[in-house]
């Protein structure tokens, strides 16, 4: 029997007497693409993608496909430029496109691609059954308004500020979001930002409660669950802190640092935490010093964890940077320097190794 050959896609089959050449269609590459994706091979998936888009450059799927992927390589001045000219031949559909480019676009400009691709959202879910049921697609299409709802949110929270009319942009967004879907925790942690920029404390710590009493105890892992990703996790324990929550801090720091204890933030914030925690500590209780040494060891444990970690990821934030160095100092005053195996004569002093210890 002979060898079989495989032909590349686009190369030039062997002579065969005369046999039809195979053709690949734009569906059947983007069909590739998507299979490539389904197993994390985003440089396969690309290529095919591309290939599509030689076949047809106005293909909207094509476009929109090369673009998906090329955000997943990081690739975002090729995103962008896929996405604009989707958006060029079809204005009027496909939402996805145009909640990337609000992604990649800041301040006014953001804010409206994110509310053409709303539009085309509400739309599209005016034409589904209501479906409440946990993993729906009715469910599923809401919580992508009310999250983009709160995106547009914060543009106005941060880089749109100063505009005239941006609380009341906030209290809109807000209001549409929770009325679209009102079980999302991200939803809350967002209302919580802005009553907080409103100095409305006690109304963003019940806003906070309210989001961390959908989620709070179920699985991190599962799917269509309803707990946050890793980084809106990080952004509330944030706003716990700055509302003086620190029980409920805590109980999320512990999540995220059991999740993942390899994010240079997430130390940064467990160590801010502790060291918080060591200030509050009542200094007419019982064992107060003892207790506020201890929050201090937990803070300077985490805190030189971070230091490691910042320099092992090759990160770029300064601030962080010099805040944790800055709380190190503040540390070793008041407690003194660590503790370290030291040589005397005749031995060694050991010192019991607490690293396995579990912080608070």
Known sequence: MGKIQRTKIGAKPPSNGGAATPTYTV????SQ?????????????HQFAMRALQLDSKSVPALDAAGSIEMELELFNEAKEHFLESVRIQPNTGYSKFMYLGQMTEQLEAIEYFQQGVNLM????????VDLTTGSAYLALSNKISSALCSMTDIYLTDCCFEPNAESQCETYLAQALQIE?????????????????????????????????????????????TPDYETRLALVKLLLETAMYDEAFTVLNGLIEENDQVPDTLYLFG?????????VDENAPNADEERREQL?????????????????ESTDQPLLQHTQELLETITQVIGPEVEQEEIEGGEIEYEDDEDEEMN
């Open 182 to 226: 009102p079980i999302t925790p991200e939803v809350y942690q967002t209302l919580a930002s802005v009553r907080l920029s409103q100095q409305r404390v006690d109304e963003a710590k019940a806003a906070l409660a309210q989001g961390l009493a959908i989620w709070l105890g179920s699985d991190p892992t599962a799917e269509d669950g309803p």
């Open 33 to 45: 693409a998507q299979q490539a994706v389904d197993r994390f091979e985003f440089e396969l998936a």
């Open 27 to 30: 569906g059947d590459l983007l």
């Open 122 to 129: 509400l739309a599209e879910r005016s034409t589904m059954p």
């Open 272 to 280: 801010w935490a502790n060291y918080i925690a060591a200030e509050e």
């Open 297 to 313: 060891e937990n803070a300077r444990e985490a805190l030189n964890a971070c230091v490691k970690l910042w320099h092992v990821t």
